[in-house]
């Protein structure tokens, strides 16, 4: 089912998202309507509360684990579902990416993060899953984490970029 996108300024952002318990039907549920809704309007990822859900459930495509190269075209998206996800940092050196996020509508900037990361966490099943990315998508999988953290993007980047895009949202 689809559901409609939680969106900047909306305070459930800023909250911190319950772990799962068990993995039931209720979850596996709330995944289906993440799916439908990612596949609806794009992206590499989304998070539970981007569809107002405090719960630790993202999805990120790993088909980003091995981006094309500049002459070749995208493959097909590869979405996993991972519940409880843990980011852990396996090299802190800076690495920076022009971010965007499906909340922060038509806004990107540059976000420096952690070159590259682990994330662990459960499959749909119960089964542990682990993902190894850098560059972009080590970037992936800290921005769909953030989000469960109740952080966003924008929490990232300067207060002068960030009060720039909150002028240009009270414009329209």
């Given at each position: 089912?689809?559901?409609?996108?939680?969106?900047?300024?909306?305070?459930?952002?800023?909250?911190?998202?319950?772990?799962v318990?068990?993995?039931?039907?209720?979850?596996?549920e709330?995944?289906?309507?993440?799916?439908d809704?990612?596949?609806?309007?794009?992206?590499?990822?989304?998070?539970?509360?981007?569809?107002?859900?405090?719960?630790?459930?993202?999805?990120?495509?790993?088909?980003?684990?091995?981006?094309?190269?500049?002459?070749?075209?995208?493959?097909?998206?590869?979405?996993?579902?991972?519940?409880?996800?843990?980011?852990?940092?396996?090299?802190?050196?800076?690495?920076?990416?022009?971010?965007?996020?499906?909340?922060?509508?038509?806004?990107?900037?540059?976000?420096?993060?952690?070159?590259?990361?682990?994330?662990?966490?459960?499959?749909?099943?119960?089964?542990?899953?682990?993902?190894?990315?850098?560059?972009?998508?080590?970037?992936?999988?800290?921005?769909?984490?953030?989000?469960?953290?109740?952080?966003?993007?924008?929490?990232?980047i300067?207060?002068?970029?960030?009060?720039?895009?909150?002028?240009?949202?009270?414009?329209?």
């Amino acid at each position: 089912m689809l559901r409609p996108l939680v969106q900047y300024p909306d305070p459930r952002l800023t909250k911190i998202s319950e772990p799962v318990a068990e993995i039931d039907d209720s979850v596996r549920e709330l995944a289906q309507d993440m799916l439908d809704t990612l596949n609806s309007v794009g992206g590499v990822g989304i998070a539970a509360p981007q569809i107002g859900v405090l719960r630790r459930v993202v999805i990120v495509d790993v088909s980003l684990m091995n981006p094309p190269k500049e002459d070749e075209e995208p493959g097909p998206q590869d979405l996993r579902v991972v519940v409880n996800p843990v980011i852990t940092v396996l090299d802190p050196a800076k690495h920076i990416e022009n971010e965007g996020c499906l909340s922060v509508p038509g806004f990107r900037a540059k976000v420096a993060r952690p070159k590259r990361v682990a994330m662990d966490g459960l499959d749909l099943n119960g089964n542990p899953i682990h993902f190894e990315g850098e560059g972009y998508f080590g970037a992936c999988l800290q921005h769909e984490t953030d989000h469960l953290d109740g952080k966003i993007f924008i929490d990232r980047i300067s207060y002068l970029k960030r009060s720039m895009y909150e002028k240009k949202m009270k414009r329209k």
